[in-house]
């Protein structure tokens, strides 16, 4: 459970600030991801990092501004986001990309206002 | 486009009961499956995974079942406990140059009573 750590574990914005959400792994693995987390939809695919590299970008919006400064560190950048863009954003890693079994930390819940 | 699916989206069972949850595929080239388990307040935890070149994998108390020929992927919870209770996704990934993309279902809420 440990393994993979994200902060804040809750956040409120307005559609007019600028926040970042933080992940951290801890189990040397070479491959991070962004998800997120909608009610009653499944588990989206926003980026996927493969040592520090973006390999994938699945057509997010521009508000949404990924970093990975290291293979253990990821961070997701927020502005002028949307009442819609509420939801639980999930980081995961794995210890490759094409190694496929893809740890996931407890989650930020965003709320929009 | 392709997807995974569930049939059901909930499932009450009692304790002790044994739990299957079931999932659908539509994807023909998926060599790879995974459960996780979510809890409240939780980010999803790995549970067990199976390749498509083998039909069943057992772990502690569960236990993975792959069709490939229906395209079906089930798991059962021997002994359910309470502590099994969660949101349950089955998530799968066409291998290739798919980078580690996972596909996933949208869940079984599985609710254990006393």
């Known amino acids: 459970e440990t393994g993979v750590t994200q902060t804040p574990r809750h956040l409120v914005m307005g559609m007019t600030n600028k926040k970042s959400l933080k992940c951290e792994q801890h189990?040397?693995?070479?491959?991070m991801y962004w998800y997120k987390q909608s009610a009653k939809k499944p588990l989206e695919l926003m980026f996927v990092?493969?040592?520090?590299?973006?390999?994938e970008n699945n057509s997010v919006p521009s508000r949404f501004s990924p970093e990975c400064p290291n293979s253990s560190h990821l961070f997701l950048h927020l502005h002028t986001l949307q009442p819609e863009d509420s939801a639980l954003y999930l980081c995961?890693?794995?210890?490759?990309?094409?190694?496929?079994?893809?740890?996931f930390g407890p989650g930020t819940r965003l709320l929009v206002l | 486009g392709e997807s995974v699916g569930l049939h059901l989206p909930t499932l009450s069972v009692q304790e002790g009961d044994n739990s299957i949850i079931n999932c659908a595929y539509s994807?023909?080239?998926?060599?790879?499956f995974i459960w996780y388990k979510q809890e409240s307040g939780k980010g999803p935890q790995f549970i067990i995974d199976?390749?498509?070149?083998?039909d069943k994998r057992q772990g502690q108390r569960v236990t993975v079942l792959l069709n490939k020929t229906v395209k079906h992927l089930s798991l059962q919870i021997a002994a359910t406990q309470p502590g099994d209770s969660a949101v349950y996704f089955c998530?799968?990934?066409?291998?290739?140059?798919?980078?580690?993309?996972?596909?996933f279902g949208q869940g079984t809420i599985l609710t254990v009573h006393p």
């Open positions: 995961a890693s794995s210890l490759s990309v094409t190694q496929e079994t893809q740890y």
């Open positions: 189990l040397g693995h070479n491959a």
């Open positions: 990092y493969s040592l520090e590299e973006r390999v």
């Open positions: 994807n023909s080239a998926s060599d790879y």
């Open positions: 199976i390749r498509s070149n083998m």
């Open positions: 998530a799968e990934n066409a291998g290739g140059t798919s980078y580690g993309k996972l596909t």
